[in-house]
């Protein structure tokens, strides 16, 4: 029995990973969970300069979800390689450095900084972050997309994905867009855009106003864009949204994903990797599963 997933060159022992923006940078997250278990660990997302984030409040629960608009607060590139970096490395498991490029420019200072960098094991290119100006633009244009997936591919030497937003009329053309410009694997979904208010006050519950809506409630549409983009394109699936529980796992993986980063349940359970891993071999055992490879994407429509 095998746990073991490809990610086109990347092999990760498990297909369980933690989501960008929920998991921080992994050190606090170490007196709750044995980090060394994971298939992999995704940090919060950095830009090349530093950014201060949106105002407060920046998260508001909601009925079956979490509506946040953190803005990418983060202490830039050159921060997180020298500061960051050596603790993440100590994992040892693979890494894969979430990153957001504004201009076409942002990607040649990625690679230029990362591609030397021998514990990152892949990025991830978010072009789907709705929370900050402009931060959807490459993720919303197919022509857009496949641009910036182009120079990425031409300035960078390790393996990408590129992270697609929900918020779009047709993500599989986005996804192919992703596909031709170059990327390795792509990361579905992002956020969904959405609104809470406090109508006593006659004001939004985020200091932002809008912001990106995740948890359980946005399973069923994360679910349906991976299984849009698996029919769609060739490359490798990581499945994003609403994961809480064993269950969620496998119904990613039957939908064409390979691999499924867990996000809003860390929130609420610290614990739900670590539960995961541990049920994942008993259902496979129960299921007559030898190994993982043999249910990806097997759903029938």
């Known amino acids: 029995m095998s746990l073991e997933v490809t990610l086109g060159t990347l092999t990760l022992p498990n297909p369980i990973l933690v989501a960008s923006g929920t998991f921080g940078y992994a050190r606090e997250a170490a007196r709750l969970i044995d980090l060394s278990r994971l298939g992999g660990v995704v940090p919060k997302t950095i830009t090349v300069e530093p950014r ?39 994992i040892g498991r693979p890494l894969i450095v979430s990153v957001a490029a504004k201009t076409l420019d942002d990607c040649k200072r990625f690679a230029e900084r990362l591609n030397d960098e021998s514990a990152v094991s892949a990025i991830e290119l978010n072009v789907s972050c709705p929370n900050v100006s402009g931060g959807v633009d490459y993720g919303t244009d197919p022509r857009l997309c496949e641009r910036m997936t182009a120079e990425m591919r031409r300035r960078l030497t390790k393996p990408f994905s590129v992270k697609l937003s929900p918020n779009v009329t047709k993500i ?5 867009a992703a596909e031709t410009g170059g ?17 006593r006050r006659r004001k939004p519950k985020l200091g932002n106003g809008c912001g990106g809506f995740s948890g359980p409630a946005i399973k069923p549409i994360a679910l349906r864009c991976v299984w849009q983009i698996a029919q769609a394109v060739k490359l490798p699936i990581i499945g994003i949204g609403g994961i809480a529980n064993v269950d969620d796992v496998f119904d990613f993986l039957v939908a064409g994903a390979s691999a499924v980063q867990i996000g809003t349940a860390n929130f609420f359970n610290p614990r739900v990797t670590m539960e995961i891993l541990d049920e994942m071999p008993r259902v496979m055992e129960r299921e007559g599963i030898r190994s993982l490879a043999e249910i990806i994407g097997s759903l029938e429509m």
């Open 172 to 176: 599989a053309d986005i996804a192919k």
């Open 52 to 90: 201060p984030g949106n105002k407060p409040p920046r998260t508001a629960e909601t009925t079956a979800g979490l509506l946040n608009a953190i803005g990418l607060d983060n202490d830039g590139l050159d921060e997180f390689v020298e500061k960051k970096l050596p603790y993440l490395a100590s």
């Open 183 to 199: 990327a390795d694997m792509i990361s579905a979904v992002n956020t969904c855009y959405g609104l809470a208010v406090d109508w």
